[in-house]
């Protein structure tokens, strides 16, 4: 009895899906080019061209590896061998969002950790804050306490499907987080006239870093808002609001840092 076998053509290799991404490799290099193009600007001192162009290579790398891995999509191993995928039953994008926030725990958990090692050494009653001035701090705190409740008001608008209530309620986190970066550039501006740099001292180098990263964080939440602003003007969340959770889980996050980077930095 004869066996008939299929052609060449007709073999096909069944897709094996590795989950690996390039682009964690992509963004820890474009995060690279853009400290070592930042390293060229030292108080009193003009950088030459190579690191502004470096920095803003590194600032090009980093956005479109952001975007990149963003809209990539992950698939679960199901289970049957080994140990099984523990968020089977979790959708994909709050995973993410979730294993994100955990990776964003231990940067800033190194951050501040450094800071509260650095001031230790330096002597902890010795040291004194770099802000000359609590009150910028303590408005920006404000700021971004309310910028959270409006979130949580774009979701309850959502659920109650009213379109105007979503824009309006990001709209003003929009506002409020515009608030929060002018105000931070007037104190950064304040200080920069009254000679103090990223170089300047220990002191200054942990404030303008820690302060600078959550500054990008909250930068990179207003992007994101304005997105979901143009989607909400055309009616979206209304039959599924989950992206405005999922918004409002980093939001939240960003500014419960502050509420650690507030007192550490303008009153301890």
Request: hydrophobic share 50%; aromatic share 16%.
């Amino acid at each position: 009895m004869g066996v008939n076998l299929p052609m060449s053509d007709e073999i096909t290799t069944p897709h094996v899906e590795t989950h690996a991404s390039i682009w964690p490799f992509c963004i820890s290099v474009g995060v690279l080019f853009f400290l070592i193009g930042l390293s060229g600007y030292t108080q009193g001192n003009s950088p030459s061209l190579i690191y502004p162009v470096t920095l803003l290579l590194g600032l090009i790398v980093f956005s479109g590896s952001m975007i990149g891995l963003g809209v990539q999509r992950f698939e679960g191993p199901e289970g049957g061998f080994g140990e099984a995928w523990p968020f089977q039953n979790i959708e994909n994008m709050k995973t993410g969002v979730w294993i994100f926030l955990a990776s964003d725990v231990v940067l800033f958990g190194a951050f501040i950790g450094t800071a509260i090692f650095i001031r230790v050494a330096y002597g902890w009653t010795d040291w004194t804050p770099v802000p000359d001035d609590v009150i910028p701090g303590l408005m920006n705190t404000y700021l971004l306490l309310t910028s959270s409740f409006t979130v949580i008001l774009a979701l309850v608008a959502a659920e109650r499907k009213n379109r105007y209530g979503v824009v309006v309620s990001l709209t003003t986190t929009l506002l409020l987080g515009i608030g929060f970066l002018v105000n931070k550039g007037i104190e950064w501006n304040h200080l920069f006239q009254h000679g103090y740099w990223l170089s300047t001292n220990v002191k200054t180098s942990t404030f303008f870093l820690t302060t600078g990263l959550h500054g990008a964080h909250v930068i990179g939440g207003l992007i994101i808002c304005i997105w979901l602003i143009g989607r909400a003007w055309n009616g979206a969340y209304l039959n599924d609001n989950r992206v405005l959770e999922y918004f409002g889980l980093y939001w939240h996050f960003v500014d419960i840092v502050w509420l650690f980077l507030f007192p550490l930095f303008y009153i301890l």
